[in-house]
């Protein structure tokens, strides 16, 4: 191992035009999981079947359907359909949307996710963060009391762009974007949109009639607690019993999946004991508000109601950014967590795709914004659902509930259906996942801690805004910060590593061999001049002290993690060999990657930077080439 | 070389506090040079004189000067004022701002910056980019012509707001920021403006009265080709030769740096001679317009001008933010370049506060923003200044000019203001660069080519805007998509390398090396993800074509190039894990550096990923020590 002998070359890399270059780059960018595979080499009729099924994965496993798989299918169906019905007029209310348009919404979008959807586990309909953040920025400029109708046809609207970024960013195959919400982001975020929401639900909760129209911590429990005057006992105690009872039967959900059925139907039961109960004692004369008369039928058209011009296209256009890029967040992860439960594959791209289609299809059916919810999903999961076919189960139990049932509802109390929201919200306060990121990562943390202070304290849409500013300033920090490293030789071995981590490991007189762990470009080359040129000082120094005769000779860069350079990374190399000389100092490099070599090599100023006698492919190699010269010169340098 | 029998374990890395770390941290953010290095160890006495040499640079080389720099520095000093007049007064008409208020900038900022200033060659007054942008910010709100005190209030006012602005990057030690200007922004950002600059001197060298107020190539050109009818020809004919003249000259200079005092003489010579020509030929009655009368005096004060509330308080603001940083830029990066070139040290973020509190105190005494000038400090360099005391020399010289010349600029016609400042940004124009940055990178220069379009079709502000988010967007494609490389072995070495760079590189059956070359966090988990299972799938399929008995059994992970990481890259490593275990293989991780094994080792669920059987210090040990498992396994697999 020791001793060096061969000296191996760094090789040219292989030569590639600018176009192959990159079209290698735009595919990696934009392809990295190359969909396209399975096409190649397929005759036409062949190709054109494999296009119809991934565009339509029901094509795929249609016609494998069995009886068998029916049977799980209608199972799972009829459970999340007792808790989408619920679920449906409860966040519709969230939304500030009559209590319908959620059941509508969870009737049209299930099937067109059946046909263009490819994760089977995914239940579809309205979900809370969507209807919360849609209602709060829609209401910043329209009253959804004053002017219902155009507060509607906004709701319409922003769920047309919503689909059409989805499917935009599926089809020009941008879905990386979502990735800029990073876990942490999304734990504080969903904490903090728990909580928000939660607040919400003291007005039917404590039965207010007055509450405030704004959103922040402050002022709901300012405005809650200066209205103690409009508590109503009455619904409060049914609020508090049936939220213990909802609290309990999810808490044996979690607690036994196997017992699934019993936090799937508790909504369900509650809507209808309450009902019964307010029926029977005519509570609604008594203090208890109720949702009142509710029209029958199935989704009316809306696509007369979509608004492409006028005052209020702004803020419809940007809800529909927010809303569509939080709900495909939480679609694409509840997709992707539970296609590696069952280990089968989902396409980012195609299922952004499926979304967005159904959002744009449901805008012009009188749905507001869906997307898969991760806790039907989790409880369509546990009920066994086999495909997408139990979303048809679902929507075909909404059908029925839309064309015969809906006056059943009409003495359903309004203090029911803000037990539903809270407990269903509870579960997006995930505190084991903050205490572990608190545990690996301090920072992520505090990103965490902005998204849910910036959610609760200024608003849903500046909370997120702020995290993803802060967690892409993180990510810049680490290029404009790249670590760098000292490297010295592990005895006996040919291996250098980083003198801090390795202690056992020894620098070799005369060489200072550093390490850059970062592509060099523009925002860090006055970092690196500035770090390097310390440890030199500093190696002088010590020199100095110590009055060793081992004058530095040669800085060897391991460039091995220096991924890519750009024309400043360029000079720096330039600047960094010029500063180098005047100080006597020879620059080594090892190990260059291609496409920073060729680089290095097309600059004309740095041609002879990428000299043969200073380029080596490790730097074992390097050492033991060059200390053979410094046993020679260092003597006469000193006579 | 070969055969490895040592197996080299992966040390644990020392064991750091929270505290430790974050400190360590935040030194290398906010203090890579160490600027107190030469604090430590010593009496309080020398620390105070070194804190005050510190902040006042001129402590540490007023006491050596002597008569022979002097001589140097008063040639010198009076070479960058011969062109400091003519430029000053040009500039503030740039900038819509009476003429004497580029003369007032030109004394008392370069008094501020000897003091303070620690770079050798600035010479210091106002410059063409940030005169432009703050001309033409403030148009956007308030008219110069219709309004000029008010409009001289917010020009002090912006300055005040660029100086506390520079000064608080320098004080907080975030000079970092200007390093996202990168070269290839800066130099299609300069074109740009050169021509935007250029075009606003039409008024001037065709003599048109009525000049359109915007400033884009379209407008203007328009505009000048719709009133031909107010061209006059004595002033285009004045223009046309002494435009000829200055371009000759500054030629000559750039040849010949030795003649410089050619070039820096030309401007005030002309000014001369035209002012001479205008007064004999009576010429400002035949249609050659002149500056004027010029009020006496030095800077009055003009603090009671700044205005730190009102209606256009936002746009004061912005202003001073965007020409601050732009020269700021300006002002380091020659700083910079001649520091390099006399080999001494400039510390960035000190010369930030230098230029800012020039700044502020310049907002009081009736100066615009400054910094140091590119074209005058070449001058000042090339007449061989010694130190900031030619700065003295030229204040001094304004102020002469100040107290008893100003009658004499009473005919100078405008045309030769127009001519100086176009031969001044022609400079700005650098198309070797261009050409150089074209060569190197492609995606620089489409970053290049937004920028001088965007300055020039859409605005000064916005096109740099632009061109600096493409410049993020891009550094953060590289972290979406990070380089990753699958290695094989050199042919009779223990060295691994990319097997696309090195054709002798050879792959080892039942083995996946691969190398990821970047952090791994949120934005590019996915990614990996997609992008590993795709080369194990090729493994696959190749495996399955080939008939090989060599069927996948290792994927190892050469972690030294992966510096960072966050929860999202601890639960990529995590699932990384769980989905090749599910598929009989075993992860191998080889080298990581310290703080990525100790955040891997923190998370609970992952601590049993750095079992030390899967843990190597080098690719090539660890493919030895594992290769032998495989001979003795696979075939009774296949039996």
């Known amino acids: 191992m020791g001793g060096v002998e061969v000296i191996h070359r760094v090789e040219e890399p292989p030569k590639r035009s600018t176009w192959q270059k990159l079209k290698g780059r735009l595919k990696e960018t934009f392809f990295p999981d190359d969909p ?111 002017d219902p109708n155009l507060f509607l046809q906004l709701a319409f609207s922003s769920t047309f762009f919503a689909g059409l970024f989805q499917a935009s960013l599926g089809i020009f195959r941008l879905g990386f974007i979502i990735d800029f919400l990073s876990r942490a982001t999304l734990v504080g975020f969903m904490a903090g949109a728990a909580i928000i929401v939660s607040l919400q639900q003291l007005k039917s909760l404590l039965g207010i009639t007055h509450f405030t129209q704004q959103m922040g911590l402050v002022p709901v429990l300012s405005s809650v607690f200066h209205r103690t005057n409009e508590w109503s006992w009455q619904t409060i105690l049914m609020g508090v019993c049936f939220l213990v009872f909802l609290l309990f039967t999810r808490h044996i959900g979690i607690r036994r999946p196997k017992l699934f059925w019993i936090s799937a139907g508790a909504p369900l039961l509650s809507v209808i004991l309450s009902t019964l109960l307010v029926f029977a004692f005519k509570a609604d004369k008594h203090g208890i508000s109720v949702i009142g008369k509710l029209q029958e039928g199935l989704n009316p058209p809306s696509w007369n109601m979509l608004r492409f011009h006028g005052a209020h296209l702004g803020l419809v256009i940007k809800t529909g950014i927010v809303t569509g890029i939080i709900s495909l967040t939480e679609g694409i992860a509840v997709g992707r967590t539970f296609a590696a439960l069952k280990n089968y594959q989902v396409d ?51 059908m029925v509930t839309l064309l015969f049932l809906m006056p059943l509802f009409q003495y359903t109390p309004n203090v029911i259906l803000g037990a539903i929201i809270v407990t269903a919200v509870v579960g997006l306060i995930d505190i084991p996942a903050a205490y572990s990121i608190w545990k690996v990562d301090k920072f992520d943390f505090i990103v965490l801690l902005c998204a849910f202070f910036g959610v609760t304290f200024i608003s849903v849409q500046n909370g997120l805004a702020i995290a993803v500013g802060i967690s892409i300033f993180k990510v810049l920090l680490q290029i404009t910060r790249p670590k760098t490293m000292m490297l010295g030789n592990i005895p006996g071995t040919g291996i250098y590593r980083d003198l801090d981590h390795y202690k056992e490991a020894i620098t070799t007189p005369g060489f200072l061999i550093l390490s850059i762990e970062a592509p060099v470009n523009f925002v860090n080359t006055t970092y690196l001049k500035e770090r390097i040129s310390r440890w030199i000082e500093e190696y002088e120094a010590e020199e100095e002290q110590t009055k060793k005769q081992s004058e530095l000779r040669f800085v060897v860069l391991d460039m091995s993690a220096i991924s890519a350079i750009d024309t400043s990374g360029v000079s720096f190399f330039k600047d960094l060999r010029m500063t180098l000389e005047k100080k006597g100092v020879e620059l080594v490099l090892v190990n260059p ?37 410094i046993k020679f010169q260092v003597p006469t340098d000193h006579v």
């Open 593 to 629: 990657l291609g496409e920073v070599l060729e680089k290095l090599q097309r600059a004309e100023e740095t041609k002879d930077i990428v000299k043969s006698d200073s380029l080596f492919l490790t730097v074992g190699e390097a050492v033991s080439a060059l200390s053979s010269t």
């Open 36 to 146: 396209f595979r399975q096409f190649k080499n397929q005759p036409l009729k062949h190709r054109l079947i494999l296009g119809a099924q991934y565009f339509f994965p029901i094509l795929q496993w249609g016609p494998e359907y069995s009886f068998r798989l029916f049977k799980s299918d209608v199972i799972s169906g009829l459970t999340i359909a007792s808790l989408a019905i619920p679920q449906g007029i409860s966040y519709a209310k969230l939304a500030n949307l009559p209590p319908i348009v959620g059941l509508y919404s969870s009737f049209v979008p299930p099937l067109v996710y059946a046909v263009l959807g490819s994760s089977r586990d995914l239940a579809v309909g309205p979900v809370s963060i969507a209807s919360l953040i849609l209602g709060s920025m829609l209401r910043q400029e329209v009253s959804p009391s004053d």
């Open 348 to 398: 980012g791209n195609k299922e952004m795709m499926a979304i967005g289609i159904m959002n744009v299809v449901g805008s012009s059916t009188s749905c507001y914004v869906t997307t898969g919810a991760f806790s039907r999903s989790a409880v369509n999961h546990n009920a066994g659902c086999k495909t997408a076919v139990s979303n048809i189960v679902m929507a075909v139990t909404v």
